[in-house]
């Protein structure tokens, strides 16, 4: 389950993972301040003037970077003065990606030179965001070939399908542009190989298994030709587009279904041949901390992924700690109650929630209002994952919507993997109060569009994991089965954070599959084969469990920070208005914020 992001493909069709999409080249509109504290208030204006256009030129450039993008993040660019480029997919750019580190450490430098005292209190909160994010993508700047491009759930082969079809027909100059990127697709390829070729150069190729399990991806995908699922959701999305008439959809319809046909499926079967050629290349079978610098990059990419400063060993310690805290508690709570066990293991969570996706997203909305703060008014569809696509995608996903067009909103379910007697814990993790209800509230506030396009996966899925474990204390029990309501995420939290420690252990300490089942059987009956598969997993999506399972642990610990700073004075629903109030970022800062609100 996670928040889909366009920036999640993006972050490699631009060629970085670093400052946004990358540390921008943003304009030279920061000058270094000499001036004394007395200066006039129309030089503290005009600071303040710089700093905003700073910040406008950093974002017009971001979003514009390629089409998608664009058009992800907004749905009338032409009202913050910006006007879209031709059709662009994007591309993995070597010279960018060589190019990074000193371009972050120029953008570092660049914020440094704006005097912080003279800005006002929202751009000092705009700056403390960047510096955070900058630092922690600089880290990631040294290893651009470690990143993982291609993998079989998260990899940008197997999320493009989806960015593409979710693609926002609002208008028919948007149908033609649509159609203008299927033709990219190839190009773009292109460029993912000739970076798959440099890893394999610099020793950075993946595995013969890795590399199977994005075959075996690409050839599930490929199969479905006259019902692809792209042909199918077009059909669909063109009816909504008004202005069209009857003939001219039937044409889009001819010539979408003529380009998968004839230009994204071929790209597909290309990009097969080309990967299968490279297969054999991969010298590493196991864990990231088996390849060149890979131990310094997992620390890197943890401090991004999470948006923690605690360093890899005090996450571990910190995972240790809850692991025996789990342990202890269901235990206890099975004593006190033996029953209590033969209910969970019978459970059946349609009896405490509607079966209907919308009826649960409904009842939730209304049951947080006494802990949260008001939702934002916007509707949200609830769409299923094709067929062929159900295998490799996440059990369900949030489509991020555009800052300036927040009202409409999607959720997916992926019928495969999720199960009707998961589904209520699933929307409360992607709707309300998780992911929908987190982007829409934010996109409410009406920020500075800047703070939209920071991506802090910690902050994000340690808030719904967060909540997603709140959401049963809403189930209306009978009082016999009342600790369900701590076993159930009990439970959930245990497995998390039991792969969360061996995605740990695999990529930085450099446990092998042996060492990793070896751990695992210390906690429970797994069977082999699902411990062979979470070994196999965080190696082709590195620190992906970290973003879940971290994020929550630092969520719990500002929450007991809040508690003690606030004393009698404690209220939840404020401390959830705190961190909502201050969006995506890092745990250091939000416990500022909640400083400054005590």
């Known amino acids: 389950m996670h928040k889909y992001t366009y920036r999640k493909f993006l972050a490699f069709t631009m060629a970085v993972m670093v400052a946004f999409t990358g ?42 970077s390629n089409t998608v993008n664009l058009h992800y993040t907004l749905a009338h660019p032409e009202r913050y003065g910006i006007k879209a480029k031709k059709a662009d997919l994007g591309s993995i750019d070597l010279k960018v990606l060589d190019q990074a580190e000193a371009q972050c450490k120029k953008e570092i430098k ?4 704006f005097n912080y005292k003279k800005l006002s209190k929202s751009q000092k909160q705009s700056y403390d965001y960047l510096m955070d994010y900058f630092k922690r993508q600089q880290k990631l700047a040294p290893y651009p070939y470690l990143q993982t491009v291609l993998s079989p759930t998260l990899g940008s082969q197997a999320q493009l399908p989806v960015t593409l079809c979710e693609y926002p027909l609002r ?26 070729k440099e890893q394999v ?24 030709t006259d019902h692809n699922y792209m042909i199918e959701v077009f059909n669909t999305n063109i009816d909504s587009v008004s202005g069209l008439s009857t003939n001219q959809k039937r044409n889009y319809r001819k010539e979408n279904r003529r380009l998968i046909l004839e230009e994204v499926i ?3 079967e290309n990009l097969y041949s080309d990967l299968k050629n490279l ?7 196991q864990g990231y901390a088996h390849f060149k610098n890979g131990k310094s990059y997992y620390s890197a990419l943890a401090s991004y992924k999470t948006g923690s400063d605690k360093t890899v060993p005090q996450m571990i310690k910190a995972t240790e700690a809850h692991l025996r805290y789990l342990q202890t508690e269901m235990t206890e709570i099975i004593k006190e109650d033996p029953s209590i066990y033969h209910a969970f293991l019978d459970l059946d969570l349609n009896k405490y929630s509607s079966r209907k996706p919308s009826k649960i997203l409904s009842q939730l909305k209304q049951k947080i209002k006494d802990k949260y703060p008001a939702a934002a008014e916007v509707e949200c569809d609830i769409k299923y994952v094709h067929s062929s696509l159900e295998e490799n995608s996440s059990p369900a996903f949030y489509m991020i919507p555009a800052i300036d067009d927040y009202k409409k909103n999607v959720i997916y379910i992926n019928k495969a993997q999720t199960g009707q007697e998961s589904l209520y814990p699933t929307l409360a993790h992607e709707g309300y109060p998780g992911h929908l209800y987190q982007t829409t509230y934010f996109h409410s506030k009406k920020e500075h569009p800047i703070r939209y396009i920071l991506d802090y996966p910690g902050y994000s899925e340690g808030w719904a994991t967060y909540v997603e474990m709140d959401s049963y204390s809403y189930l209306d029990m009978k009082q016999e089965l009342e600790p369900l309501k701590k076993l159930l995420p009990d439970n959930y939290l245990y497995n998390m954070a039991l792969s969360a420690r061996v995605d740990m252990g695999v990529n930085y300490e450099g446990w092998s599959a042996d060492e990793a089942v070896k751990y695992m059987q210390q906690y429970g009956t797994i069977s082999t084969s699902s411990m062979k598969a979470l070994y196999r997993y965080v190696i082709q999506n590195p620190a992906n469990y970290l973003c879940y399972y971290i994020g ?11 508690k003690e700073k606030s004393g009698n004075a404690y209220d939840e629903k404020v401390f959830h208005k705190i961190i ?3 969006g995506p970022n890092s745990f250091r800062i939000l416990r500022q914020r909640i400083d400054e609100n005590l």
Do not use: H, W
């Open 110 to 113: 660049k914020l440094e030179s």
């Open 201 to 224: 150069k610099r020793g950075y190729f993946m595995s013969d298994a890795d590399a199977d399990a994005v075959l075996k991806q690409i050839n599930d995908f490929t199969r479905a």
């Open 266 to 268: 071929p790209a597909y």
């Open 171 to 196: 208008t028919r100059e948007d149908v033609e542009t649509y159609l203008s990127l299927l033709s990219k697709v190839g190009s773009y390829f292109d460029t993912v190989i000739r970076y798959e």
């Open 279 to 285: 297969k054999g290349n991969g010298k590493n079978n």
């Open 580 to 582: 909502l109030d201050a």
């Open 23 to 64: 540390c921008s080249k943003g304009s030279d509109t920061g000058n270094p301040s000499t001036a004394k504290e007395s200066e006039s208030t129309k030089d503290k204006a005009s600071d303040r003037q710089k700093f905003d256009s700073y910040l406008n030129q950093l974002f017009k450039e971001d979003v514009n």
């Open 552 to 562: 929550y642990l630092e969520f719990m610990e500002l929450k007991d920070y809040y």
